[in-house]
């Protein structure tokens, strides 16, 4: 009864291959955990998908009987292909493997005849995985280069806060720079004041006296101005620089609030903590 109802398929697999040259028979598995019992007719799909070939409808060795011929030998094989129309016919089986991998005996047979034989060792885990694996190892026994590797493209890590968590050495350095310019233009004013009292001191009765007041009186006024700018200017630096290193220091957490309504005899009492 069963190779009746191969013969039957195997007919009807030959009148619609007439068009295929690449026969991609169901992959046979043995020894496979029970969460790999599909994964060979996946890893089947996806090796046809990537030779371009289509899946017969029976495994080799149902063909194989079908044709009253052993699948090892060379002239079982032609027959088969010859039956079906094609000019390659692929055939492999898929078993267990030592530390959990999968192990796939694959045969590629040209009509010609050729004849090559490839074992592959798997480690995907699922039956996608081992089927997307094989499609892509298999290349060199199909003349096609091997694709890469799927690389998982890991999500960057968010950009770290870049707010600083205190002031910054630039800071320091403003706030270093303006108190320093501050600190000369209070010099300027300090001199110009001791100007002053030198100039209120100093005698006025002789044309050299004079000549010596006014001279002071310019250098006074010299410094007064100097040391104004300097002052304002140092200033303004210094308080911006203050402002900056407040903007920099980590904020403050928020005062922790607790809310509470708890029943009490006759009504409700409302609690309200706020910590400081």
């Known amino acids: 009864m069963t190779r009746w ?12 291959a007439a068009a295929d040259d690449t026969k991609v028979f169901p992959l046979t598995g043995q020894t496979l955990p029970p969460a790999l019992a599909n994964a060979p007719e996946a890893m089947t799909d996806a090796l046809a998908t990537s030779i371009s070939g289509t899946v017969a409808s029976v495994p080799i060795e149902d063909a194989a009987a079908v044709s009253d011929c052993d699948p090892d030998t060379t002239a079982c094989l032609e027959k088969i292909a010859k039956q079906l129309g094609v000019k390659r016919l692929v055939f492999g089986t898929v078993s267990g493997a030592p530390a959990g991998k999968v192990r796939v005996v694959l045969t590629r047979f040209d009509v010609g005849p050729a004849r090559q034989q490839r074992t592959y060792t798997l480690d995907g885990g699922t039956a996608r995985e081992l089927a997307d694996e094989l499609a ?6 199909f003349d096609r280069p091997a694709a ?15 707010t600083p968590s205190r002031p910054t050495l630039s800071t320091w350095i403003m706030i270093g720079i303006g108190a320093a310019v501050t600190g000369v233009g209070a010099g300027y004013l300090v001199s110009a004041s001791n100007l002053r009292d030198e ?4 005698p006025d009765d002789t044309l050299e006296d004079i000549q010596h007041l006014m001279d002071l009186e310019a ?3 010299s410094r007064v101005k100097i040391g104004r700018v300097l002052v304002i200017g140092g200033g303004i630096v210094m308080a911006a620089g203050i402002v900056r290193a407040i903007y920099q220091l980590p904020p403050r957490p928020a005062p922790a609030t607790a809310f509470d309504i708890r029943p009490t005899a006759g009504g409700a009492a409302v609690s309200f903590t706020r910590s400081f």
């Open 5 to 16: 109802l191969a013969t039957v398929v195997l007919v009807a697999t030959t009148a619609t």
């Open 219 to 221: 250098t006074g006024n």
């Open 136 to 141: 892509r190892v298999t290349g060199e026994l």
């Open 199 to 202: 100039y209120d001191a100093a």
């Open 148 to 162: 890469a590797p799927v690389v998982p493209v890991e999500p960057k890590p968010p950009p770290p806060d870049e």
